[in-house]
Nanobody
Framework: VQLQASGGGLVETGGSLRLSCVVSGRAFKDYSMAWFRQAPGKGREVVATINYAGGVTYYPDSVKGRFTISKDNNKNMVFLQMNSLKSEDTAVYYC????????????????WGQGTLVTVSS
């Protein structure tokens, strides 16, 4: 299974970006997906999860109401729409997948993409 994330870049505070991740390999419809991020000098944290059917999502308070995760089982892709970006959203964003139910814990995820850098300028 391979994951390829894209869509990162430089954006001003208050702006928007849409991250994409394409997944190759076995049945994508069986995977729950998540986006994690890692800011410079900090640990990796979850920013959004979505279960394999696409009906259940989770967001931490830091991004709730600003970020939206979605899953397209026909295209083998997961997206992260990020609005009202803040400087503290600056990080490398990783898409990740696991078989079965979604999780908020990075140790539960089996497959990881290479990351895409998001920089929010103030």
């Amino acid at each position: 299974v391979q994951l390829q994330a894209s869509g990162g870049g430089l954006v001003e505070t208050g702006g928007s970006l849409r991250l994409s991740c394409v997944v190759s390999g076995r049945a994508f419809k069986d995977y729950s997906m998540a986006w994690f991020r890692q800011a410079p000098g900090k640990g990796r944290e979850v920013v959004a999860t979505i279960n394999y059917a696409g009906g259940v999502t989770y967001y931490p308070d830091s991004v709730k109401g600003r970020f939206t995760i979605s899953k397209d089982n026909n295209k083998n892709m997961v997206f992260l729409q990020m609005n009202s970006l803040k400087s503290e959203d600056t990080a490398v964003y990783y898409c990740t997948a696991r078989d079965g139910l979604s999780s908020r814990q990075q140790v539960d995820y089996h497959y990881w993409g290479q990351g895409t850098l998001v920089t929010v300028s103030s």
